[in-house]
T-cell receptor
């Protein structure tokens, strides 16, 4: 069964450093998402991406964040200068259709645990 | 801002008991989805409801979308230990592709 993959599974970084989290969405999916989940809390939407551009972004997704689809398979999230409060699990997800469609099943990857020291 | 709240936050049940979680949005949702997240795992899609008043069943799980499309519920009949996890409702505002997750209900089932 196709699945979303993410690398690395765990990233430890120093405050102020840049990190890039990588995702490989399911191959025939057109919509891509990044979410974060601080330990024990709810899943928070960061950004959605379609047709090689950002569709929507949340208040959390400020200038420190950027996303890119550098080739036909990878989807990346970059945090330019990490802060302590960026420590969280970051999930990538993908779907065939958009969230307002009548059937929008989002497939989540296993996540990258980011620890900022 | 947009809020999607769920109650209860935690629920501990004995295996075999029923369980219900309620989801309430501050604004109308175009559709609502439910996800399950096992401890240490990632969210897994369960179902999507689109129509006002819609009810869907999956084996022991019953999902309902409110008439005003601002609330939803998930009911599990005769819980099993495999039902353990956190259940999240989620949905978009009428804004395209901006997706809000509820606060989640953590279910623990004692054997």
């Amino acid at each position: 069964e196709p699945e979303v993959t993410q690398t690395p599974s765990h990233q430890v970084t120093q405050m102020g450093q840049e990190v890039i989290l990588r995702c490989v969405p399911i191959s025939n999916h057109l919509y891509f998402y990044w979410y974060r989940q601080i330990l024990g809390q709810k899943v928070e939407f960061l950004v959605s991406f379609y047709n090689n551009e950002i569709s929507e972004k949340s208040e959390i997704f400020d200038d420190q964040f950027s996303v890119e689809r550098p080739d036909g398979s990878n989807f990346t999230l970059k945090i330019r200068s990490t802060k302590l409060e960026d420590s969280a699990m970051y999930f990538c997800a993908s779907s065939e259709v958009g969230t307002t469609s009548s059937y929008n099943e989002q497939f989540f990857g296993p996540g990258t645990r980011l620890t900022v020291l | 801002g947009q809020q999607v709240m769920q109650i209860p936050q935690y629920q501990h049940v004995q295996e075999g008991e029923d369980f219900t979680t309620y989801c309430n949005s501050s604004t109308t949702l175009s559709n609502i989805q439910w996800y399950k997240q096992r401890p240490g795992g990632h969210p897994v899609f369960l179902i999507q409801l689109v129509k006002s008043g819609e009810v869907k069943k999956q084996k022991r799980l019953t999902f309902q979308f409110g008439e005003a499309k601002k609330n939803s519920s998930l009911h599990i009949t005769a819980t099993q230990t495999t039902d353990v996890g956190t259940y999240f409702c989620a949905g978009p505002l009428f804004t395209f592709n901006k997706f809000y997750f509820g606060s989640g209900t953590k279910l623990n089932v004692k054997p």
